[in-house]
């Protein structure tokens, strides 16, 4: 098999990559180790930047979208039982966020490479990258019970965190900066109206919890619990007690309870691989970064990612240079370090460790309390979690 770009994974990265080629002419090959219904219904990110909302309109991907995604304004801080609300457009000059699940972006993306783009192969796992150095590197993959090749003018490895793409970066090149965190998310998913109308995050000196929503009917929420918990062991009625206690507020604030339908458990992890590009191979998303999910930065990085390798390769066809392909590493680092920051931030913010003093408690409480009183401080995060500017 022969194709120009070849496309490991179709999460997010991988299937918009997909679509932005097509747009421009250019034909790839999409490769999935899982099936269609797995990569459909894995539950993850829910919040789409500004930025991530405009490509995905522009790719032919924000029709139901923009029909039944949801635009918000603002986030709530909570802490010390009282109640911020950062006001995004006001703070950053008209800018917002889009509640609309990974799952329905996956969804929409997967449908239109299937009616309109290149093959898409499902259950067709990635074995290895070689030749990543010459000018025609290969993809071996199964697919059917059978062994077969990917030949490519290109390989962008969007094959998450526990791809084999990074795998073929020799050890004297990559370079690994990580932090892992001792503690995890406990996430559930419940049929219930969101008990508020915009994302809450909480700092309770139990842990951090956070309401977010997938949809008017359907609640999104997350507690803090330690990093080797198992999820089945919290009940249905112990997951709302700690809600309820975490969320608490001095004013009658109330949380809604409902039938939780999903519950599972997600470590924390800040993680960056260096550099972004080896050869021909390119990596893109959780491939290359994860961030600890606290400001929702994971999938709209990985946006970022494929986008930026887009223009680069359009680029490269329209004048023969090489240029941007040659800056895809440094580009994309400069946006992926001020998400690290950010998502470093916000989860020592608001997370207390197993390990904290009280002077700990006291400081996540004074940064907290220093962006409820200063507009340059909360336009600061306001900035960060709208999203930071494409180059
Ligand atoms: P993935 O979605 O991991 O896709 C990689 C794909 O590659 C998968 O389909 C996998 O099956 C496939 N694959 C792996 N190995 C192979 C192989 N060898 N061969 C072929 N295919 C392979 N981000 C946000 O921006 N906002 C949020 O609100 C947010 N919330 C989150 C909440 C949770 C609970 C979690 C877990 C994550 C959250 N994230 C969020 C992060 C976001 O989900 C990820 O950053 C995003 O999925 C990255 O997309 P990706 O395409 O790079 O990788
Ligand atoms: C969601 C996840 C996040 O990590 C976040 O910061 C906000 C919302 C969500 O899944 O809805």
Redesign the pocket.
């Known amino acids: 098999m022969r194709t120009t770009v070849g496309i490991?994974?179709?999460?997010?990265?991988?299937?918009?990559l997909a679509r932005l080629l097509h747009n421009a002419g250019i034909d790839s090959v999409v490769?999935?180790?899982?099936d269609r219904s797995?990569?459909e219904h894995?539950?993850?990110?829910?919040?789409?930047?500004q930025g991530?909302v405009d490509v995905l309109r522009a790719a032919g991907a924000g029709e139901r979208m923009d029909r039944e995604g949801l635009r918000h304004d603002g986030i709530e801080l909570r802490f010390a039982r009282q109640r911020h609300r950062v006001d995004f457009p006001g703070l950053t000059g008209g800018r917002s966020v889009t509640v609309y699940a990974?799952t329905e972006v996956?969804k929409d993306l997967i449908a239109l490479q299937l009616k309109e783009g290149g093959p898409l192969l499902f259950e067709?796992?990635?074995?290895a990258v070689e030749d990543a150095e010459s000018e025609r590197p290969r993809v071996r993959?199964r697919h059917e019970g059978r062994e077969d090749v990917l030949e490519c003018d290109h390989v962008v490895g969007?094959?998450?965190?526990?791809?084999?793409?990074r795998t073929a970066f020799p050890e004297s090149l990559a370079r690994v900066f990580e932090r892992t965190y001792p503690y995890a998310?406990l996430?559930v998913l419940a049929d219930v109206a969101p008990s508020h109308d915009e994302l809450v995050y909480a700092r309770h000196d139990r842990g951090f919890a956070l309401l977010?929503m997938r949809s008017p009917s359907v609640s999104r929420l997350?507690l803090q619990v330690p990093a080797d918990t198992d999820a089945e062991d919290w009940t249905d009625e112990a997951v709302w007690d700690e809600l309820e206690r975490r969320f608490e507020t001095a004013d009658d604030w109330r949380l809604e309870r409902g039938p939780i339908t999903q519950k599972?458990v997600?470590p924390m992890r800040s993680y960056v691989h260096e550099p972004m590009r080896h050869g021909r191979l390119f990596l893109?998303?959780?491939?290359?970064h994860?961030?600890p999910?606290t400001?929702?930065?994971?999938?709209?990085?990985?946006?970022g990612?494929v986008v930026t390798f887009a223009r680069a390769l359009v680029h490269e066809r329209e004048t023969g240079s090489p240029e941007l392909l040659d800056a895809y590493s440094a580009t994309c680092l400069r946006r992926v370090w001020q998400a690290e920051r950010f998502s470093y931030d916000m989860t020592s913010m608001l997370h207390p460790g197993p390990g904290d003093s009280p002077f700990d408690a006291r400081l996540q409480l004074a940064r907290l309390g220093r962006i409820a009183s200063s507009r340059a401080a909360e336009t600061d995060l306001a900035e960060a979690y709208t999203g930071f500017p494409w180059e």
């Open positions: 490991i994974g179709a999460g997010p990265a991988g299937l918009l490769l999935e180790s899982r797995y990569v894995r539950q993850r990110a829910g919040i789409l930047e991530t990974q996956c067709a796992e990635a074995l993959f969007c094959d998450g965190f526990w791809g084999v793409a998310w996430g977010s997350y599972s997600t893109a998303g959780d491939a290359a994860i961030v999910p400001g929702a930065k994971g999938l709209n990085l990985a946006v990612d």
